[in-house]
């Protein structure tokens, strides 16, 4: 069996804020620690429940958080950025399914941090199906025919995954208290959460379909503002919703549609506020 792990960091188990996920800040260095250490849980659990092949896909900010060298020696890692695929790179149809960690909740909603690649971001549509980064990466892993067998991170995130993806398995590390306070397990009992959560979600796996993406999707991004609006509106392609501050672009399929958004986001950080 061959398992893919896409790893986030607001989700991680004990951080509650920003000076915990950017790599200026005074906590970072301890956050990425930990981190690792949360995906070799999961890591160690999928080795002892059938796993042969496990690849981490580092997905946080710039994608080079996590520690190679404190790594499991046995798993692989896509470290850096750019990425054509983002948060999702390196998955194709070889692999048996997929799990999220450190995920948290969409823009727009309660959770801690919550938001959607960007803080520029109100929400993400496909069709007419709103979805956040968690949404976006399972239709991806759909599309490869791929479920997402587990999504670990805050309780919001759990709830979201819960929603979207039938009889997925949530691990809920910590709880949102407010977009920046967190009730939370600490590291070595969350690890125990998240093996005795992988076992359980390896064993589950065929319970667990994927989630289909609709052929020809229309991606829909609400921006906060009408500015991020017009500069996402540069690519060709999109068009600017009347009155609102969406772009929508039709895609062939959720791959365009995947890398549509990462140009619409970066393309509205442009934006200026002065």
Same mark, same amino acid.
């Given at each position: 069996?061959?398992?893919?792990?896409?790893?986030? *960091?607001?989700?991680?188990?004990?951080?509650?804020?920003?000076?915990?996920?950017?790599?200026? &800040?005074?906590? $970072?260095?301890?956050?990425?620690?930990?981190?690792?250490?949360?995906?070799? $849980?999961?890591?160690?659990?999928?080795?002892?429940?059938?796993? =042969?092949?496990?690849?981490?896909?580092? %997905? /946080?900010?710039?994608?080079?958080?996590?520690?190679?060298? =404190?790594?499991? #020696?046995?798993?692989?890692?896509?470290?850096?950025?750019?990425?054509? $695929?983002?948060? *999702?790179?390196?998955?194709?149809?070889?692999?048996?399914?997929? *799990?999220?960690?450190?995920? /948290?909740?969409?823009?727009?909603?309660?959770?801690? *941090?919550? /938001?959607?690649?960007?803080?520029?971001?109100?929400?993400?549509?496909?069709?007419?199906?709103?979805?956040?980064?968690?949404?976006?990466?399972? $239709?991806?892993?759909?599309?490869?025919?791929?479920?997402? @067998?587990?999504?670990?991170?805050?309780?919001?995130?759990?709830?979201? +995954? =819960?929603?979207?993806?039938?009889?997925?398995?949530? +691990? +809920?590390?910590? &709880?949102?208290? %407010?977009?920046?306070?967190? /009730?939370?397990?600490?590291? &070595?009992?969350?690890?125990?959460?998240?093996?005795?959560?992988?076992?359980?979600?390896? =064993?589950?796996?065929?319970?667990?379909?994927?989630?289909?993406?609709?052929?020809?999707?229309? @991606?829909?991004?609400?921006?906060?503002?009408?500015? !991020?609006?017009?500069?996402?509106?540069?690519? #060709?392609?999109?068009?600017?919703?009347?009155?609102?501050?969406?772009?929508?672009?039709?895609?062939?399929?959720?791959?365009?549609?995947? !890398?549509?958004?990462?140009?619409?986001?970066?393309?509205?950080?442009?934006?200026?506020? %002065?």
């Amino acid at each position: 069996m061959k398992l893919y792990l896409s790893v986030d *960091m607001e989700g991680i188990t004990g951080i509650p804020d920003q000076s915990f996920i950017d790599s200026d &800040k005074h906590n $970072y260095e301890r956050a990425r620690r930990i981190m690792t250490e949360e995906t070799n $849980y999961v890591i160690d659990s999928a080795f002892n429940n059938q796993v =042969e092949d496990i690849l981490v896909n580092d %997905s /946080h900010s710039k994608m080079n958080n996590i520690l190679i060298d =404190e790594l499991n #020696p046995d798993a692989e890692l896509i470290t850096g950025d750019v990425k054509p $695929y983002s948060m *999702m790179q390196g998955l194709d149809d070889s692999f048996s399914g997929a *799990m999220f960690l450190g995920y /948290h909740a969409r823009a727009a909603t309660p959770g801690v *941090m919550s /938001h959607s690649m960007i803080h520029a971001v109100r929400s993400f549509y496909i069709d007419d199906v709103a979805v956040g980064e968690l949404g976006l990466n399972a $239709y991806v892993a759909g599309y490869y025919g791929i479920p997402i @067998l587990m999504v670990a991170g805050d309780d919001r995130a759990a709830a979201e +995954a =819960e929603a979207l993806i039938p009889n997925v398995t949530t +691990a +809920a590390v910590k &709880k949102s208290l %407010s977009r920046s306070s967190v /009730h939370s397990l600490t590291p &070595k009992k969350a690890g125990a959460l998240l093996q005795e959560k992988t076992a359980q979600a390896i =064993e589950n796996r065929h319970n667990v379909q994927p989630l289909v993406p609709p052929d020809s999707p229309t @991606l829909r991004i609400e921006f906060a503002n009408y500015g !991020q609006a017009e500069w996402a509106n540069l690519m #060709p392609g999109t068009e600017i919703e009347p009155n609102s501050t969406t772009v929508s672009f039709k895609a062939k399929d959720i791959l365009e549609a995947y !890398q549509a958004m990462l140009v619409m986001t970066e393309l509205a950080m442009r934006t200026s506020f %002065s």
